[in-house]
């Protein structure tokens, strides 16, 4: 099965443990109001890249990431979850750790191969109450729990990212709630708290589309700083 990929990020230290090359995956079935790479929302058919194509890529990059690995992300990498099997079982032939970045919003049959196959799930929980989760992103956070509980089950380490928004989330009270909701789960090694940037407000206008938080401020560092304290106590 081919897979649809915007781009590939060759060196990057903040997608998993190491050094990782990342492939960003066509297509998502979410609208977060924050999304930085909405050039990523549909499938470009014409960007059909068969699995040996993708991997005889990615090892051309294995001196720098032997240590590390391969991230798919997105987009949403479980809409094309068969397609990431195939390309995740030709990697471990090679020895090359892989880990998948998702919202956790979809499970199928071909979702549950590609978890035998994972080593490192990187889990976005984007709010921590299911009225904010729905308004804000149109996914649910119940869904990504699901997931969650499904990686506890499989013992898939786990990597937890939460944006802050300024307005939306960034107050004491999300944050411990975000830590109370993740205590039950040993399998999240981390959790790792996420600025609110505006660095996409280009690609929004190369699309003529509208950005949704375009008024609102990024989040300051000293604010970052708090609630990472908060987590931490």
């Known amino acids: 099965m081919d897979g649809f990929i915007h781009s590939i990020q060759s060196f990057s230290t903040m997608d998993g443990p190491g050094i990782r090359s990342v492939v960003f995956m066509y297509g998502c079935p979410l609208r977060c109001v924050y999304c930085h790479n909405p050039d990523t ?17 990615l090892l051309r990059f294995l001196p ?11 987009g949403e990498p479980l809409l094309q979850s068969e397609f990431i099997a195939e390309c995740a ?4 032939d090679h020895n090359v750790s892989v880990a998948i970045d998702t919202s956790g919003e979809i ?6 191969k590609l978890l035998t196959r994972t080593d490192i799930a990187l889990l976005d ?9 729905r308004r804000y992103t149109g996914g649910s956070l119940e869904g990504a729990l699901n997931f969650l509980e499904r990686l506890e089950k499989r013992n898939i380490g786990t990597l937890i990212r939460h944006v802050v928004v300024p307005g939306l989330n ?10 109370e909701i ?10 790792e708290l996420l600025p609110f940037r505006k660095l996409c407000v280009s690609k929004y206008e190369e699309l003529e589309l509208e950005f949704p938080l ?6 300051s560092e000293e604010k970052l700083r708090q609630l990472e304290e908060v987590l931490e106590q």
Do not use: C
Request: net charge negative.
């Open 107 to 112: 499970y199928n049959d071909s979702v549950a």
């Open 170 to 179: 960034d107050n004491a009270e999300d944050i411990f709630r975000l830590k």
């Open 64 to 74: 720098y990431i032997k240590s590390g690995g391969v991230t798919f992300s997105g």
């Open 41 to 57: 929302w549909y499938a470009q058919r014409q960007n059909a890249t068969s699995p040996h194509e993708l991997v005889e890529k």
């Open 214 to 219: 375009k008024d609102t401020p990024e989040l």
């Open 182 to 191: 993740l205590k039950p789960y040993s399998v999240v090694k981390r959790t």
């Open 125 to 133: 929980i984007k709010f921590t109450n299911e009225d904010d989760y």
């Open 89 to 92: 079982e030709m990697l471990h």
